[in-house]
């Protein structure tokens, strides 16, 4: 590895931004977080997946809204599609 890098022209946050999504730092309780890490290894996807879904949900529910579920295809095919369209 180099002894030096130039960083100058560095950027920070995510290489591909994602459009609308916001980052946000949140206080979870750790029951909360640990079931969500326990489904997200168990379904094959990430946990802040499933908690955005779940929150999505029970938005959808609280609005009469009916909402779909996640599953790891579905997912799988919108990442194809964002990975090509970027």
């Known amino acids: 590895m180099r002894k030096q890098y130039d960083f100058s022209n560095g950027k920070r ?3 591909i931004p994602s ?3 916001t980052r946000i730092t949140i206080m ?5 977080l640990e079931y969500f ?3 997200s290894e168990a379904q094959g996807t990430g946990y802040q997946t499933l908690i955005n879904a779940a929150l999505r949900a029970a938005v959808a529910q609280s609005t009469g809204q009916e909402t ?3 599953t ?3 997912l799988r095919e919108v990442l194809r599609q964002e990975l090509r369209t970027a």
């Open 13 to 15: 946050g995510a290489v």
């Open 19 to 21: 459009a609308g999504k």
């Open 28 to 32: 979870l309780d750790a029951e909360v």
């Open 37 to 39: 890490r326990g489904r």
């Open 68 to 70: 779909e579920l996640l």
């Open 72 to 74: 790891v295809a579905t």
